[in-house]
C-alpha cells in the first residue's frame, strides 16, 4: 500500500476551475494505476477518473468527460485531477484511490485510499 495525501480542494463559482493534487509515499508509484473518486452528501462515493501506470490510458465517467482531466508526473509522485467548467453538481469530497498494475473503476478494486479534499462549486 502508499500513503496519499490531496490537495487543492475548495470554493469555486459555477464554470470556474480546480486542480486537485495527490502525492503518493514510496518508490513504486509508477506501478500503481491512480484514480479519482468522489462523494456528495447523502451519496455513495463514485469513480471520477482512472490513470494506468505509466499514464498511457485514461478513463472517465460520463458526466465529467471533455471537464475534467486526470494526469500524473511519477518523478514527482503525484496524480492531478483537472477540473474546468465545474458545475454545483460537481460539489462533493474528492478522494484519490491507488491499486496496483491495471486501471479500474470499482471502489473496492482500490486499496489505498487518501483523506479527500472538499470541493465546493456555487450556483
Known amino acids: 500500500q502508499v500513503q496519499l495525501v490531496e490537495s487543492g480542494g475548495g470554493l469555486v463559482q459555477a464554470g470556474g476551475s480546480l486542480r486537485l493534487s495527490c502525492v503518493a509515499s514510496?518508490?513504486?508509484?509508477?506501478?500503481?494505476?491512480m484514480g479519482w473518486f468522489r462523494q456528495a452528501p447523502g451519496k455513495e462515493r463514485d469513480f471520477v477518473a482512472v490513470?494506468?501506470?505509466?499514464?498511457?490510458?485514461?478513463s472517465y465517467r460520463d458526466s465529467v468527460k471533455g471537464r475534467f482531466t486526470i494526469s500524473r508526473d511519477n518523478a514527482k509522485n503525484t496524480v492531478y485531477l483537472q477540473m474546468n467548467s465545474l458545475k454545483p453538481e460537481d460539489t462533493a469530497v474528492y478522494y484519490c484511490?491507488?491499486?496496483?498494475?491495471?486501471?479500474?473503476?470499482?471502489?473496492?478494486?482500490?486499496?489505498?485510499w487518501g483523506q479527500g479534499t472538499q470541493v465546493t462549486v456555487s450556483s
Open positions: 514510496g518508490r513504486t508509484f509508477s506501478s500503481y494505476a
Open positions: 490513470i494506468s501506470p505509466k499514464g498511457a490510458i485514461a
Open positions: 484511490a491507488a491499486r496496483i498494475a491495471t486501471a479500474a473503476t470499482k471502489e473496492e478494486d482500490f486499496d489505498s
